[in-house]
């Protein structure tokens, strides 16, 4: 079965950084796109970018550019989110899907809550 | 404000059939058949229902159906049943610079 497992519940001050985790299993992890979708609270979903695990080529949302770092480490079949200084505003659930081509994403992985909060 | 345009909220009855409506532009709908259609329950991820368009994930319901007609796609679903409330998103792929985009998604009423 393939299936995408994502870290758990975080909450964290401003200012402070944070990168979440999103392990794949059950298909060749360097052979597929993986994205990060935001979804805020009560909000739609939007797309922040796609890294490929085989060699980290990485697109991100002109809207996200600058503000987080998608990564990979093919070793132990995992993507990261990262931010490096947070904002009450980044206070989301985030979702990690694998794409497969133009926008098809299947399937997601469970979600991690983000709180930002002093 | 999202790329993609859909109605906030849609209602049916049981057994009846809606549509949803996904309006873009030349950039993204319009040159593509890319567009994919999720379906988000309350607390749960989204599940993908419909891809490049019109196609089936398999253990989809065939209920579900896509279509697309210049800038705005649609997603149809038949013999409404109650499980089928949630929120509706479609996302289109809009080429190698903005790559993806989502639309602002669609709450779906059981009535």
Known sequence: EVQLVQSGAEVKKPGESLKISCKGSGYSFTSYWIGWVRQMPGKGLEWMGIIYPGDSDTRYSPSFQGQVTISADKSISTAYLQWSSLKASDTAMYYCARHLSGSLFDPWGQGTLVTVSS | ?????????????????????????????????????????????????????SKRPSGVSNRFSGSKSGNTASLTISGLQAEDEADYYCCSYAGSSTYVVFGGGTKLTVL
Not at chain 2, 18 to 32: A, E, L, M, P, R
């Open chain 2, 1 to 53: 404000q999202s790329a993609l345009t859909q109605p906030a909220s849609v209602s049916g009855s049981p057994g009846q059939s809606i549509t949803i409506s996904c309006t873009g532009t030349s950039s993204d709908v319009g040159s593509y058949n890319l567009v994919s259609w999720y379906q988000q329950h309350p607390g749960k991820a989204p599940k993908l229902m419909i891809y490049e368009g």
